[in-house]
């Protein structure tokens, strides 16, 4: 999923159970309190925050809403030319 137009985060994925998905975050995020808050750590769901170049600062951050360690997990930098 590509967020890269994305301004407001905030509590996007709060309380959300048993997801796999991949996800791209832009570099025009301005606001992310609690967006991974709660995030379900039953199942086998995981969220993937992949970043664009020069964004990794930023990705830290918001995955450091979450409240649990083992489902969301930092992935790696994306071009916007591949």
Request: aromatic residues 8%.
């Amino acid at each position: 999923m590509n967020l890269y137009n994305v301004v407001n985060m905030d509590t996007m994925f709060a309380y959300v159970g048993n997801i796999n998905i991949s996800l791209t975050l832009g570099n025009k995020i301005s606001s992310y309190s609690n967006a991974f808050g709660y995030i379900s750590t039953s199942g086998d769901g995981k969220i993937i925050v992949n970043y664009l170049e020069g964004s990794e600062e930023l990705a830290d951050k918001i995955i450091a809403t979450r409240q649990e360690r083992k489902n969301v997990v930092k992935g790696q930098a994306v071009s916007l030319t591949s």
